[in-house]
């Protein structure tokens, strides 16, 4: 599985934002996917997560009420809208995708929010 991530960007604060991770390869292994996120000197955390086609999703109480995750299985591609992003929200965003065995990740997206 491959992913590949695009959509960031620089936008100042209250301003929006859409990343998409689009998925290639052997799909049919991937379960529940999740975008992550990662500040310059601190781990790489959870941001958003969501089933495959059971409608359950997760928020880190960060980003709750701002951001949406969303998935199109058709499309094998995942979305994150991000609303009222404030200059905490800067990192670079990695899009994962759970297998049969192992997680898989894209390179990355920068997302730089301006005060």
């Known amino acids: 599985v491959q992913l590949a991530e695009s959509g960031g960007g620089l936008v100042q604060a209250g301003g929006s934002l859409r990343l998409s991770c689009v998925a290639s390869g052997s799909t049919f292994s991937i379960s529940a996917m999740g975008w992550y996120r990662q500040a310059p000197g601190q781990q790489r955390v959870l941001v958003a997560g969501?089933?495959?086609?059971?409608?359950?999703?997760y928020y880190a109480d960060s980003v709750k009420g701002r951001f949406t995750i969303s998935r199109d299985n058709a499309q094998n591609t995942m979305y994150l809208q991000m609303n009222s992003l404030k200059p905490e929200d800067t990192a670079v965003y990695y899009c994962?995708?759970?297998?049969?065995?192992?997680?898989?990740w894209g390179q990355g997206t920068q997302v730089t929010v301006s005060s």
């Open positions: 994962n995708a759970k297998g049969y065995v192992i997680d898989y």
């Open positions: 969501i089933g495959n086609g059971d409608g359950n999703t």
